[in-house]
């Protein structure tokens, strides 16, 4: 939810270059109606709802449509991925919930992102981390070094393998995660962004596997396999997880990778 707001926050800023308003707001609804239900891809029920309305530029009728796919943008070359509203479809989505968009040009835009009510008491970092070894039967935490060169990324992954139960160490990209390992990082397993500048994962990859022969390897992009497959390294062996990456394909991947061998834990 933290990087479903970053990532709101840091659009709705961009569309206001001279300044403007944003606005939260949180509330409680109940949801009958099929239309909007339809929209949303939503059943009946009880929802909260969180608002996040900027008083910027609008976004053009047309491009609305078109806002939530894998790279798609209107900022400049070299600002932004287009991967934003992507991770933030996929973040609610995971969860359950609907996001809904409403703008007009020169006034402004509003996101409304709606979850599922829960009433259950919220369990602890520990609770959860203790669940995912039980789950596992396994005793020790692995340690994941993710390589990801878009900063809000970097923070969604971070928060999803803890979830999860991992340690995390990250890495702004191949020379840092180099650099971390050079001064005495071992960690298990290699989460890595494919296309990065400088060095791309497979790169990397081959790298550190000349020093820790063990190490595990999983591959992501926001491009499809076969559109990267010309960087080499994407063995068929090797995971490969689509962005926006949920947490159920990477617990997935995680478990099959560690779970190999009997002795692997997490």
Do not use: W
């Amino acid at each position: 939810l933290q990087q479903v707001v970053m990532n709101l926050l840091v659009n709705a800023k961009d569309a206001m270059p001279q300044g403007g308003r944003v606005s939260l707001e949180v509330k409680n609804v109940q949801l009958s109606d099929v239309a909007v239900l339809d929209q949303l891809g939503l059943t009946e029920g009880s929802y909260v709802v969180l608002s996040v309305t900027d008083t910027g530029h609008g976004i053009p009728e047309s491009v609305l449509p078109h806002i939530f796919e894998p790279f798609f943008t209107t900022k400049e070359a070299g600002v932004g991925t287009g991967l934003g509203l992507s991770v933030v479809e996929g973040v609610v989505k995971q969860s359950g919930g609907g996001i809904a968009v409403h703008s007009r040009l020169g006034q402004g835009t509003t996101f409304e992102i709606y979850l599922p009510q829960a009433f259950a008491s919220p369990r602890t970092t520990a609770e959860r981390v203790s669940e995912s070894a039980a789950i596992l039967g396994l005793p020790r935490r692995r340690h994941v070094l993710v390589v990801e060169d878009e900063g809000s990324l970097r923070v969604l992954f971070e928060r999803m393998l803890g979830e999860l139960g991992y340690q995390v160490t990250l890495a702004a990209d191949g020379k840092e995660a180099l650099s971390l390992c050079e001064k005495g990082l071992q960690p298990d397993v290699l989460l890595s962004d494919v296309v990065m500048p400088g060095m791309s994962g497979p790169a990397l990859a081959a790298r550190l596997l000349n020093r820790l022969p063990d190490l595990k390897v999983v591959f992501m992009s926001g491009y499809p396999h076969d559109a990267i497959d010309h960087h080499g390294g994407l063995s068929a062996d090797i995971p490969f997880l689509q962005k926006p990456v949920t947490m159920s394909s990477l617990s997935s991947a995680l478990r099959e990778l560690l779970c190999e061998d009997h002795t692997d834990v997490v």
